[in-house]
């Protein structure tokens, strides 16, 4: 189940930010639960703002670490590509020289 989650990014996208917004949302839900009732309005609007603002910066973070990530792993994927293409045209030029049947070499 790890293996399918690393090699499919927007899942793991997905489910960081699903995680995030949990840790955000229930303190905000226990806080107004038994809480909210004591702050007056003028409070709970700049807290509003605040908490939206911070929840705005922290999504802009993830997404250019998301960005960058993704960036770093189409790298990596083209030269896997690139160097598996080198070895395989070795393999076929090794078994003309030596007139081997290239079904017994893969």
Known sequence: ???????????SA????AFM?????????LLSK???????PDTRDIAASVVFRIGTLHALILALI????QEEYQKARETIVAEVIILSE?????????????????
Not at 1 to 11: E, H, I, K, Q, V
Not at 66 to 69: P, R
Not at 90 to 106: C, F, G, K, R
């Open 66 to 69: 998301f960005s960058g990530t």
């Open 34 to 40: 038994f809480k909210l009732n004591e702050i007056s």
């Open 1 to 11: 189940m790890l293996d399918w989650m690393l090699t499919n990014p927007w899942f």
């Open 90 to 106: 070795v393999v076929y030029e090794i078994a003309q020289i030596e007139s081997v049947d290239l079904s017994s070499t893969l």
């Open 21 to 29: 917004g949990l840790v955000c949302i229930v303190p905000f839900y």
């Open 14 to 17: 997905a489910m960081v930010m």
